[in-house]
């Protein structure tokens, strides 16, 4: 039986550490124990122990939840000495541009990839009976100015491009309700802003290897509302739509979506009840997002690359 109070160590309090701080100090048992982070730029809660790496935060708190929110050159790596230590392992999207870097290792079934979004109202339904998906359609539709992409964030190789940080919450749930590897891709990358090495739209299409196919349309140059939707096309014609600024309506009403923090409480939850029971169908587990980052690369390698000039005369 896991602790009434489980313990809880954040690596990393950047932008999105700071969200989970939020998200943890109001689900119901469970305390943040410790930070690990060399510089972190979120507020800590008072009193909160700060670490300046997981590994001495692993050894001094032996936390039952790790949530990782580290940048993905070290999240992975992270994730995995935790999970190593017998505790439960949430980490953020993408963990690694790498996919051969998510070769099967020990303890990785206890290791999650933290989309929220896949908490939305109705996917559990979905995700647990698995229609037969014919076709599907990610779309994205955000603004992100020069101010977003720093840091980390500023290289291709260290941080993936839009596909990676932006539209996988969609494309992740699309591919989970549709297997088989990709077989080829069509696609277009355009540079229009000139904002580090991070395209601002990706246009793909992509066949895998059942028949089923899948368009992307994802935009960070995007001037209004944003929103981040996924179109599933049925056997028989029948359309289902996730729907939200980021997912977070489901299959429900946009009024009625639940908040980001109320879904992140479902995630942490559902993570700890992994360690002694049936794991929840909303919860993306680690080997899952192999096959993600596989159909990514392959867009990527094979786009047709469209930069500011060129652009400009189209």
């Not at 000495?81 to 993408?94: C, D, F, I, Q, R």
């Not at 299409?205 to 994802?218: E, H, N, P, S």
Request: glycine share 8%.
């Amino acid at each position: 039986m896991k602790a009434a109070v489980s313990r809880v160590l954040l690596v990393g309090a950047g932008e999105v550490g700071a969200k989970h701080l939020v998200a943890l100090a109001d689900t119901p048992g469970v305390t943040v124990a410790g930070v690990a982070d060399p510089c972190p730029r979120a507020e800590l809660p008072p009193g909160t122990p700060l670490f300046a790496s997981w590994r001495p935060a692993l050894a001094a708190l032996s936390p039952e939840l790790v949530v990782v929110a580290a940048p993905p050159g070290t999240a992975l790596a992270a994730a995995r000495e935790a999970a190593a230590s017998g505790a439960m392992v949430l980490v953020e999207k993408p963990a690694t541009t790498d996919p051969a870097a998510l070769a099967s290792q020990p303890r990785d079934e206890r290791i999650f990839v933290g989309f929220q979004s896949h908490f939305a109202p109705g996917l559990d339904g979905l995700l647990a009976r698995s229609p037969v998906i014919e076709r599907t359609e990610v779309l994205l539709s955000v603004r992100r100015d020069a101010g977003y992409f720093r840091g980390w964030r500023r290289t291709h190789s260290a941080a993936g491009g839009v596909l990676h940080q932006q539209a996988i919450h969609g494309l992740a749930l699309a591919l989970r309700l549709m297997p088989g590897d990709v077989r080829t891709a069509e696609a277009t990358v355009v540079h229009r802003r000139g904002l580090a090495e991070t395209e601002d739209q990706v246009i793909a299409d992509f066949v895998l290897a059942g028949g089923q196919t899948g368009r992307i349309d994802a935009r960070v140059d995007h001037p209004g509302p944003p929103r981040h939707e996924v179109v599933l096309h049925l056997a028989g014609g029948r359309r289902l739509w996730v729907r939200g600024r980021n997912l977070e309506a489901g299959l429900g009403v946009a009024d009625a979506a639940p908040t980001h923090e109320e879904l992140r409480r479902r995630m942490y939850t559902s993570v700890l009840d992994a360690a002694e029971g049936p794991v929840h169908p909303c919860l993306f587990p680690l080997s899952a997002l192999r096959r993600t980052l596989e159909v990514i690369d392959r867009v990527y390698h094979d786009a047709h690359v469209v930069r500011a000039a060129d652009a400009a005369a189209a």
